[in-house]
């Protein structure tokens, strides 16, 4: 499973670049979120895409260390599903 570790700012402007690098994972993938300080809606719309199609073709998504701005950010959006189950999706 390969790991993809996120930068500081996952917003508007890493959005096409984060969109490129999800399409060419593996199925089975990991995300990395301990360097994360604010998630915008556009990158927040692809994870769940990302999930959603993990899903669906019954593979493995994961959201490991996740940091405290970035679980913040997913809890204020709706995203509290990345966290449950111990960052797990």
């Known amino acids: 499973m390969s790991v993809l570790s996120l930068p500081e700012m996952l917003d508007t402007s890493y959005a096409n670049t984060f969109a490129e690098l999800l399409r060419n994972e593996e199925k089975d993938f990991c995300l990395d979120g301990s360097r994360v300080v604010r998630v915008g809606g556009l990158c927040f719309q692809l ?8 899903q669906q073709q019954d593979a493995c998504f994961e959201i490991r260390n996740v940091s405290d701005a970035m679980r913040e950010s997913l809890r204020v959006m709706g995203g509290d599903f990345f966290l449950s189950a111990g960052e797990k999706a």
């Open 47 to 54: 994870l769940i895409s990302a999930y959603r199609t993990a």
